[in-house]
């Protein structure tokens, strides 16, 4: 049981790239949600499912796109990268309603 | 206004020191309430959930406020292994989000 796997741990971006960032979760959990932490600012929701084939926005969605892919998989794409995108990404999946979120390991972007 | 609110500290205590930590929420409608530890450059890791009635596990006590819209955390015998943040987290169901505090760092000195 791996609980919430994150890929890759870490990446360096030159501004306008793209990439995707993945998740995984094998609790047979329904809700999954993609987080950002910046110094100071603490997490912050990007864009969250609360289940198989819903997504919805959070907090700080823009230039994020996301893909809850199957029950497992949940993906978070950046189209044109930029450099206040640089952040730790953290994914976090929950059975749902308001029970105990468990996370990823992270990654760690930098946006050159 | 945030809607969860932590004084970001830092705390610094001698081993075996009483230390407490306060939370504030903004939206009365939140249902679950939580505490996270997080390490250095790791993910946050559920500490303990908060009950309406309070909630003790081992040298951690949990405390939640309704009217005044307030969580607390008191650990006791600190030891040098809670040296971490704390992050005070709440959910309001029919969002199906969680809003997490800023975190109150804490390092248990020898």
Known sequence: NAGVTQTPKFQVLKTGQSMTLQCAQDMNHNSMYWYRQDPGMGLRLIYYSASEGTTDKGEVPNGYNVSRLNKREFSLRLESAAPSQTSVYFCASTVGGGETQYFGPGTRLLVL | ?110
């Open chain 2, 1 to 110: 206004r945030k809607e969860v609110e932590q004084d970001p500290g830092p705390f610094n205590v001698p081993e075996g020191a009483t230390v407490a930590f306060n939370c504030t929420y903004s939206n009365s409608a939140s249902q679950s309430f939580f505490w996270y530890r997080q390490d250095c450059r790791k993910e946050p890791k559920l500490l303990m959930s908060v009950y309406s009635s309070g909630n003790e596990d081992g040298r951690f006590t949990a405390q939640l406020n309704r009217a005044s819209q307030y969580i607390s955390l008191l650990i006791r015998d600190s030891k040098l292994s809670d040296s971490a943040t704390y992050l005070c987290v709440v959910n309001t169901k029919t969002g199906n989000q969680f809003y997490f505090g800023t975190g109150t760092s804490l390092t248990v000195i020898p």
